[in-house]
Structure formats: structure tokens, C-alpha cells
């Protein structure tokens, strides 16, 4: 049931088509914000986090709710990385300015991403954690709220041999009461992407299942293919 729950209402936040709250947002702050937000979280994984912010960096517009919750899932994902692959993690948050755009670099020195699966974490339900842990759903998500500021993320393995998740967030101009002109991850949107595409959902719960199943169907995916098990799903 609170596995239901929580698939569930990453979908809602993930297929969501309110209109954004725009308002001036300074980028150092909110991380700040959200730093402090997960203090006490943050002290169960012992990992040091350092931040390097270039001062006076000007306001953007932007709903700062929904970048809070997309450093949010960027700091839980290395925290939990990290957290299996060594004693000693470390993150830097840095911040920069880039022509019109401001740079935001979440970097870690956990295991990085395997070069055959980098280009996919941004595709929906797709995940490497533990089915206790992930829903595959909050790197789309997050993918999703940088286009809907004109924005963009990008993902790299560093120097550190852990990854680093690049976010460019352009400088808008935007006067009081005017709604920006913000790009939405609609249906269509589906439409184009899954039309042709099988997917196969294997989980030994049935609801888990027929909750994914019918989530498929709405995102138009050509065939959902249901497993209860890895020996059904290999015959499938």
C-alpha cells in the first residue's frame, strides 16, 4: 500500500499540468534553503556537503517550489549512492554565472553512472534503486520542471569518479502579473514518444502492476506487457 502510494503520487507530480507560481528567485538562497530543509536528513548519511555560490548572482524567474524539489531529488539520489559505495562521500553545490544563464553543478564522489545506462535516467520508471527506494520517476520529473523554465539538465561523470548533474537556468525577464510563455510536458508530448513502444512491468504484487499497467496505457505505450515474476518476464 505505501509502495501504491508513493508511485502514485510521483505520477500525479510527474503528468501535473497546473500552472507554474512565478515569482523572483534567488538560485543561492533556495539551495540554502534546501540544504538546511535536509539538515537532520542528511545527518543519517554522514556525507560532508560543501557549497560554492558566486555572490550576486541575479534573480530568475521561477517557481521556487518546484526547483526546491528538484535539488531536492538531485541530493537524495547522491546521498544514496554514495551511501552504498564508500565512508567518505562528498558533494559540492556550486553555482556560476554563464552569459544569460546561471549554472548550478550538483557533483559527488560516489560510483558515477555505467556509460550503458547514462542517456536513459531521464526516461520514465527507469531506475537502479531498490524497489523500496525509487519509482523512476524523479529524474523525469525533475527534467520536466527545467523545461517548463526554459531551462536544462544534463548529467556527466567527473573527475572525482562519482556524477555531476548540470543545470542551466536562463536569466528571465519578467514583469509583475505577465505569465511566462513555459513549455509543457503535455500528453502530446506521449504521443509522439511511446506510440510504437512495449513496456514490460514485472512485480510480484498485482497491484503494483495493474497501477503501472494503466499508467502505460494512458501515456499511449502500444502494448503493456505484464510479469509477476523474472521467469514470466523472460518468456514475455
Known amino acids: 500500500a505505501e509502495r501504491a502510494v508513493r508511485i502514485i503520487k ?3 507530480d510527474f503528468s501535473r499540468d497546473g500552472e ?8 543561492n538562497n533556495l539551495i540554502l534553503k534546501t540544504l538546511e530543509f535536509l539538515k537532520l536528513y542528511l545527518k543519517d548519511f554522514q556525507i560532508d556537503i560543501t557549497t560554492n ?6 534573480s530568475i524567474a521561477a517557481d ?3 526547483l526546491q524539489q528538484v535539488f531536492v531529488n538531485l541530493i537524495n539520489n547522491a546521498c544514496q549512492a554514495m551511501e552504498a559505495y564508500r565512508t567518505d562521500g562528498e558533494m559540492i553545490i556550486s553555482t556560476h554565472l554563464s552569459d544569460n544563464n546561471i549554472i548550478i553543478k550538483f557533483e559527488d564522489n560516489g560510483p558515477g553512472i ?6 536513459k535516467i531521464f526516461i520514465p520508471f527507469f531506475t537502479t534503486k531498490k524497489v523500496s527506494r525509487g519509482t523512476g520517476l524523479g529524474l523525469s520529473l ?8 526554459q531551462g536544462n539538465i544534463d548529467v556527466r561523470n567527473n573527475e572525482m569518479g562519482g556524477a ?7 536569466i528571465i525577464e519578467k514583469k509583475q502579473g505577465q505569465t511566462a510563455n513555459i513549455p509543457r510536458f503535455e500528453g502530446r508530448e506521449f504521443d509522439h514518444k511511446f506510440k510504437n513502444t512495449e513496456v514490460l512491468i514485472i512485480d510480484s504484487n498485482a497491484l503494483i502492476c495493474n497501477l503501472i ?3 502505460a496505457e494512458v501515456m499511449n505505450f502500444r502494448k503493456a506487457n505484464v510479469a509477476s515474476n523474472c521467469s514470466e518476464a523472460f518468456h514475455l
Open 10 to 12: 510521483s505520477l500525479l
Open 20 to 27: 507554474s507560481s512565478f515569482e523572483k528567485v534567488d538560485i
Open 53 to 58: 555560490l558566486q555572490r550576486d548572482l541575479p
Open 64 to 66: 521556487s517550489h518546484q
Open 114 to 119: 555505467p556509460d550503458n545506462i547514462i542517456n
Open 142 to 149: 525533475s527534467y520536466s520542471i527545467l523545461k517548463k523554465h
Open 164 to 170: 555531476s548533474f548540470i543545470l542551466k537556468m536562463p
Open 213 to 215: 499497467s494503466n499508467v
